[in-house]
């Protein structure tokens, strides 16, 4: 299987993953990382449950994985997650070691891989990642627009029924 084929694999898997955000109520981001051509963690966000800043997707992936490999160095492996990683989610890329990310739906606001900054491929820090954006970049936007449409939807029925 090519390169581009295995991402769009992966990729996937990391939109179910923020399927299964989404279904709690939480902001639909899913995050996978593959280790040798095998998924050795998935995850989703769970900020709103857990009301905890740090349970982004990529962060829990990189704790589960870091479990499966018995190291903080992730060497050989590959983060997919479904939107671009945030400042601090970029920084545990580096710290650990990720050697290639892949990301689907920018984030204008908040994106510190390309959007932002571009921290990933700093050369001022002592590692940097291969970046590969825009894998099913539709399907991943298409997840968090309609998130975030149903929300205003129903506040303004909220708003409609207090009046």
Known sequence: MSTAENDIK???LAIEEAKK???LGEVPIGAIIVHKDEVIARAYNLRESTQNATTHAELSAIQKACAVLGSWRLEDTTLYVTLEPCPMCAGAI?????PRVVYGAQDPKGGCVHSLYELLNDSRFNHEADVTEGILREECGQLLTNFFRAIRERKKAEKNRAE
């Open 21 to 23: 955000a989404e279904k």
């Open 94 to 98: 580096l710290q650990s070691r990720i």
């Open 10 to 12: 992966y990729m996937n």
